[in-house]
């Protein structure tokens, strides 16, 4: 069953460091997602991404956070300097249509802890 | 503003045993309902959601939710637990004013013990 996939598992970084996280969504699907959720906290939507734009993001996306889909198949987020509060599990989904009725995949995440 | 509210963050039930997850939305209008389970080292898989039709849903595993408007609620229920069954589980809400986004519960942690 097609998965999405996401790497590298856990990225421990330093304060101030630029990280990327990867994702591979699933092959056909058109509409890509990050959420992430801070220890103990509520999962939060970051940003959705459809035809090579952002089409939606919250106000934690602020001007730290880049999503691009370099190639056809993976989607990244980039967090330019990291702060100690951007430390979280970070998920990324995908969904072959947009519409809030359409099933999100997500994938097993990115732990990211940054010191 | 959407919220979701899941007043228990943990919940021990002995295996066979019945399953109730407590599920509550703030919402402004019609709402998008949806059940996630999350195993250790695993993604977030759906269980269920509702959009719209008869309150009482099916779905994967056994689990079935009911939705109540007059409660704002979504409860997730099993007749009887299975030790896999373990495993955190989140309810989100979505809207289609609101685009594509989900909106989660703080998550529910199931302990099964035999």
């Known amino acids: 069953e097609p998965e999405v996939t996401q790497t590298p598992s856990h990225q421990v970084t330093q304060m101030g460091q630029e990280v990327i996280l990867r994702c591979v969504p699933i092959s056909n699907h058109l509409y890509f997602y990050w959420y992430r959720q801070i220890l103990g906290q509520k999962v939060e939507f970051l940003v959705s991404f459809y035809n090579n734009e952002i089409s939606e993001k919250s106000e934690i996306f602020d001007d730290q956070f880049s999503v691009e889909r370099p190639d056809g198949s993976n989607f990244t987020l980039k967090i330019r300097s990291t702060k100690l509060e951007d430390s979280a599990m970070y998920f990324c989904a995908s969904n072959l249509r947009g519409g809030i009725s359409y099933e999100q995949y997500f994938g097993p995440g990115t732990r990211l802890t940054v010191t | ?114």
């Open chain 2, 1 to 114: 503003a959407q919220s979701v509210t899941q007043p228990d963050i943990h919940i021990t039930v002995s295996e066979g045993a019945s399953l109730e997850l407590r599920c509550n939305y703030s919402y402004g209008a019609t709402p998008y309902l949806f059940w996630y389970v999350q195993s250790p080292g695993q993604g977030l898989q759906l269980l269920l959601k509702y959009f719209s039709g008869d309150t009482l849903v099916q779905g994967i595993k056994g689990f079935e939710a009911e939705f109540k408007r007059s409660q704002s609620s979504f409860n997730l229920r099993k007749p009887s637990v299975h030790w896999s069954d373990a495993a955190e589980y989140f309810c989100a809400v979505g809207e289609k004013e609101y685009g594509n986004k989900l909106v989660f519960g703080a998550g529910t942690i199931l302990r099964v013990k035999s």
